[in-house]
């Protein structure tokens, strides 16, 4: 079955970079999202990357994904205090219904 | 910028009581959905549903739960006799397209769900 792990907190200095990873179990899986939930907000697709991709880069977003070893990550370059977050890594399959398998998500707390 | 919305923001029951979480989805939606996530736990899938009816379900959703779309706004999801089990947040999406092709999901703030 599908199961998709992360760690559960981050600590970063504001300006330095922060990479949350995530580990999936389903080589199938098609798209890899991550998503972030501010406080009091709903979770919001923040990127995403087809499994045909090894990276993907989107202004101070980097998503790095190694299929061999089911493993993504997401790094925040220039860590700012508005991106104190919880982050959600998930993933979905073509063929299936795109819904997507979450991980129970990573609290980024950035301090000054 | 269009957004999913929820009601209530935080409910309070009783065990045994019915309880109806209620969301707006984007209006041009489709699809919605229903997931929830356990305090510490991941999000789980509930149910989608498209076309007035449920189109997949996860195990959670037993005979306890319904989804509803009353109306051309509303979709809610119904708990009939509630568990001390059913206490965590639950959040609503919603997308315009489905199982065809690739979706984003719009989230909702999530309903927090306590059961006493």
């Known amino acids: 079955g599908e199961d998709v792990e992360q760690s559960l907190f981050l600590s970063v200095r504001e300006g330095d970079s922060s990479v949350i990873n995530c580990t999936y179990t389903?080589?199938?899986?098609?798209?890899l999202y991550w998503y972030k939930q501010e406080p009091g907000a709903g979770l919001q697709l923040l990127t995403y990357?087809?499994?045909?991709?090894d990276m993907k880069q989107d202004q101070r977003l980097t998503v790095l994904l190694n299929k061999k070893d089911k493993h993504l990550s997401l790094r925040i370059a220039d860590t700012q205090t508005g991106d104190s977050a919880i982050y959600f890594c998930?993933?979905?399959?073509?063929?299936?219904?795109?819904?997507?398998?979450f991980g129970r998500g990573t609290s980024l707390i950035v301090h000054p | 910028e269009p957004e999913v919305t929820q009601t209530p923001s935080h409910q309070v029951t009783q065990m045994g009581q019915e309880v109806i979480l209620r969301c707006v989805p984007i209006?041009?939606?489709?699809?919605f959905y229903w997931y929830r996530q356990i305090l510490g736990q991941k999000v789980e899938f509930l149910v989608s549903?498209?076309?007035?009816?449920?189109?997949?379900k996860s195990e959670i959703f037993d005979d306890q739960f319904s989804v509803e779309r009353p109306d051309g706004s509303n979709f809610t999801l119904k708990i009939r006799s509630t568990k001390l089990e059913d206490s965590a947040m639950y959040f609503c999406?919603?997308?315009?397209?489905?199982?065809?092709?690739?979706?984003?999901?719009?989230f909702g703030p999530g309903t927090r769900l306590t059961v006493l």
């Open positions: 999406a919603s997308s315009l397209a489905g199982e065809s092709s690739y979706n984003e999901q719009f």
């Open positions: 389903d080589s199938s899986s098609t798209y």
């Open positions: 990357i087809f499994s045909n991709m």
């Open positions: 998930a993933e979905a399959k073509r063929g299936g219904s795109y819904i997507p398998t």
């Open positions: 209006s041009n939606h489709l699809y």
């Open positions: 549903f498209y076309n007035n009816e449920i189109s997949e």
